[in-house]
């Protein structure tokens, strides 16, 4: 039986509550922002006593079904104020399924100034003492907790800066291979420093199996599903041999590449960080696998391990975001530089996108030279990992790198980093930066997907027509997609391929035993995301947050020397359904 | 003839325009508001080519009304989001209006990377090269200037913050005594640094008498007006004796002085640097004077001359809440090392409030101990003054200061620092600060007088009852004085002596030679309040915006224990005229 482990921070209690009926069917993103929306006053502090750190696996995860294993978290953003949901790979979606652990509800601020580590077992939370661990990066949290226990054990973490608070903070989640991913977005690592919660280890010892309720069903829906995926060439073809960094190349043929913090729509050493370099570059390395899987399951394999020449380790989940931010956009030419940068992000525990975007403009302030990959390497660890004053300004983001040094080239839409796509030159996504419910978020309405990749039709990148509309159908399915604990990558078979849709529909009628249709699946993604919308509201937010920065409709950028030239009522369109 | 001055820094031209006909009667913040809502694009960067800078003096400015002698500056504020308006004493309020210069309105920012020092005459505006003044602080700027001219040059400029657009930096003003007067609160000098003027100096030669339509008249009324501020208790005895820092004891004695960044809200030592320990203070010093005008014509002289026991000066200016921030809520119990950190933020140019508040909001960050003075004193003149990577997390304001370290008692409304007197115990003031357009501003409508000085009656300062209606009713009132180019304590005669405020009436209709009733000066009031609260909505704020930090609501302050208890509802019935 599912149930959900509240866990009180200032009494330092858990309670298991049973699974309100109205859950039953929830996961992922529907749940913690249904969670969060009926539990967190919109005008809280994000980082006071009434903010509430949500945990939830997707409603497929621990399943069978390929590459569900994604973990959503959610609270109210310190970074953006808005609600937030930030999913992620790794282990401990599967384990929470496995264990029945429907949510994770974290409220409250302990009383004393003390550090704890949260152990979940199937019986509930204890409150460790996290001493030995505060001021410890997240690669020694996880060893540390490895040594304690043994390799089995499911860690999510945050290094100094979330334990400092600093807005751009994340939860780091040990992947299958000891490997760090993230709830990257929005600063969740923040409210966990907030809640003095340095990690939380997973013993799923005694977990069954996921539950499901129609098991032939499933199988036969779950078949069908993989081959979609393995058969779109998306999905089946470019992400598993060049990674997210296929887009590189892409993006740049389009001149939507933004270069040297957002001047520019293309780069000339753009194949110094490619996706195909980087394959070769991987491939031609002792060690490097230029496939690998952010969860159990996983049938893309669209990440790597990038190592250097000599065969050691250097990351992995080494994603197009995060290669353009530094590669392209810090003009930092030497990929190796990039993935060491990388690797420092996820170790000392900041969004890897907040982190590439912050850096740009903190160029362009003259705090290091553009382009200079030491440096970086430099001010991730030793000014952000050590939350110096320096490294709390950028630590908290780009749009505090912005005000700390008055610049008004400050790419963020609700304070959050705008990334690796040009919102002037594709213009889908800057409707959908300008009106997510998240902050600037390309995942949250993946515009990319038609208006360059021509999946799911095409919609012309440099026309106005026909953005708004596409982009309030993917920000709609997304939120159904984000729900599922699904990859947010089955869009693009479920984009293009008749029966895929229908069999992830299937899925989820199979595991809970209701009746489903694709229209009740749509149904559940509008109502979430209009109840994240009026939680917003509530919040303070208005049609005027749902704008671009000023420099986009004053700059054109080269080569198309476009601009961002919707009206308020155009974007505000959006909302109109 | 009256003109206004149209400065563009991109083109580097000065246009002389006619005066428009609906502009005749107005002045100061009536003048600079309406301005700034018809030009201004409320969504613009503060910082960008987009934003405003507009001087006005007030209506009575120039004329020989007592204490006429205030200028307005408005703009998009980059601390604030909203509109500003921010007058300030000094000489060149009087200056423009005798000139004849009903408004100098600077838009655009420069092409080149090049300092500019905007040199105003009866001709108009010249652009000349600053880079000699670049890189000085004020007291330095203000002595190139008398240098170069002589001492009645009038001169406004900004520091080094206001250089690297920090959104604590002021607009300093030369005083008539070569001392410093401040634009001080909302980061109008961060504005004026965007557009790279580091000072703007008036030379008035040839300037006339300002005109006044019914000189008898006139004469009449300002004789009435001046003997009402001089039979008022307030403005007749208090403030001239022991200046605005009378306020200490008397706060204390309400229980309503914030004390340790809002803490508790009396404070133990509150006698070594209230008003009378001052007053004694330097009276007992060579060269000391306990009273000074901000401006010629001033009849109050609340401000001195503040030496040290050698009788070097010290500072001038000093204020209750400059006071209360640094004693006070800083805990720095040396009078003299209050005043040193004052006469610093003159120097550095920072507004004197926001500077304190941040201060405690540091000290409760650990950044410095509570009560070190000294290092206070460094920090001003090393880091803010200096804009290192401390120095601009703390020039940018309380809020910033509370974001960098991710606290949650951080004392501020639309991101500006709340001043001197606490809301949860005097509730009145507390409104004001949620809903005034400006961020938490006391003098935006200063229930002070009635909830604690028993001034235009008596408020119960812990009781909810008739807050709401005070905080309107001055609100309004003050936006009309803001406009007339009066001190605000021109309010205390005006609210008890009967004759007071129909003489200030019968000034501005014998100035302009229309027909003028004390409803049409207050609906003057409630025009200009509600333009700027139509622009601040434009510009995204809402209700939501109109709310006390939550530490209030949470954090019942001693002695009276009194939380902030006002329902949104209650709250938002200000805005309900």
């Known amino acids: 039986m599912d149930k959900i482990f509240r866990v009180n921070m200032t009494d330092l209690t858990c309670k298991v509550e049973e699974v309100p009926a109205e859950f039953a069917t929830l996961g992922g993103r529907a749940l913690t922002s249904t969670i ?38 959610g609270a109210k953003s310190p970074l953006t104020g808005t609600i937030k949901e930030s999913n992620s790979g790794g282990t401990t979606a599967q384990q929470f399924a496995k264990m029945g652990i429907k949510a994770m509800i974290i409220e409250g601020l302990p009383k004393e100034d003390k550090w704890y580590r949260l152990h979940v077992t199937m019986d509930g939370v204890t409150f460790e003492d996290a001493s030995e661990l505060v001021g410890k990066q997240n690669f020694d949290v996880i060893e540390a907790m490895n040594e ?25 989640v040990k992947d299958p291979d000891q490997k760090i991913r993230s709830h990257g977005r929005g600063g969740l690592g923040a409210v966990m420093g907030s809640k003095k919660i340095k990690a939380i280890t997973v013993d799923a010892t005694g977990a069954g199996k996921v539950a499901i309720a129609d098991p032939e069903k499933f199988r036969a829906a779950a078949k069908v599903f993989a081959k ?32 040297k913090n957002f001047k520019y729509g293309t780069c000339e050493h753009h194949d110094k960080v490619s996706g195909e370099t980087m394959h070769d570059t991987i491939a031609g390395r002792p060690n490097g696998h230029t496939k690998h899987g952010c969860h159990a399951g996983c049938i893309i394999q669209c990440s790597q391990v990038y190592t250097d020449d000599k065969g050691e380790y250097i990351t992995s989940g080494f994603e197009y975001e995060t290669v353009w931010g530094l590669g392209i956009n810090c003009l930092i030419e030497d990929l190796d530089d990039c993935a060491r940068i990388d690797n420092a992000m996820d170790n000392i525990g900041i969004d890897s996108i907040e982190g590439a975007v912050l850096l740009a403009v903190a160029m362009e302030a003259g705090v290091l ?27 908290n983001g780009t749009g505090s790198v912005g005000k700390a040094f008055g610049l008004t080239r400050v790419p963020v839409v609700k304070n959050q ?35 360059i990749l021509k999946v799911g039709g095409f919609v012309d ?27 947010i990558f089955v869009a693009f078979p479920a984009l293009d391929i008749p029966e895929v849709l229908p069999a992830l529909v299937d899925m989820l009628a199979a595991r809970f035993g209701v009746e489903m249709s694709v229209d009740d699946f749509v149904a559940l993604g509008t109502r979430i995301l209009k109840m994240e919308k009026e939680w917003n509201t509530k919040a303070g937010f208005t049609n005027e947050d749902d704008r671009l920065p000023e420099f986009f409709e004053l700059e054109p950028i080269p080569p198309h020397n476009a601009v961002w030239d919707f009206t308020p009522e155009e974007i505000d369109e959006l909302w109109n359904f």
């Open 417 to 451: 980093g705008i990334p690796a796509y040009d919102p002037r030159s594709v213009k889908g996504i800057g409707i959908t930066y300008a009106t997510t419910t998240q902050g600037a978020d390309h995942t949250a309405g993946y515009t990319i997907a038609t208006n």
């Open 228 to 259: 979609g995926m393995l058969d779109h060439p998306v999905t089946g073809e470019g992400l598993p041999t060049y990674g997210t960094n296929v887009l590189i190349n892409i993006l740049n043929e389009a001149g939507g590449l933004p270069t």
């Open 148 to 172: 304690k226990f043994d390799k089995k054990i499911g860690v999510m973490t945050i290094g100094i800066p979330g334990e400092n608070r600093l807005a751009s903070a994340n939860i780091s």
């Open 36 to 73: 969060v929306a009926a539990e967190v006053p919109p005008s809280c502090h994000a980082l006071g006593p009434n903010n509430k750190l949500v945990f939830a696996p997707g409603q497929l995860s621990g399943t069978p079904a390929a590459n569900s294993g994604r973990m959503s978290a």
């Open 369 to 395: 030279p553009w382009g200079d990959g030491k440096e970086a390497l430099r001010i991730m660890n030793e000014e952000i990992g050590k939350c110096t004053p320096l490294g709390r300004i950028l630590g």
């Open 461 to 487: 990148p440099l026309s106005k027509e026909g953005q708004v509309e596409l982009s309030r159908n993917l920000q709609i399915a997304t939120t159904a997609v984000d729900s599922t604990g699904m990859c």
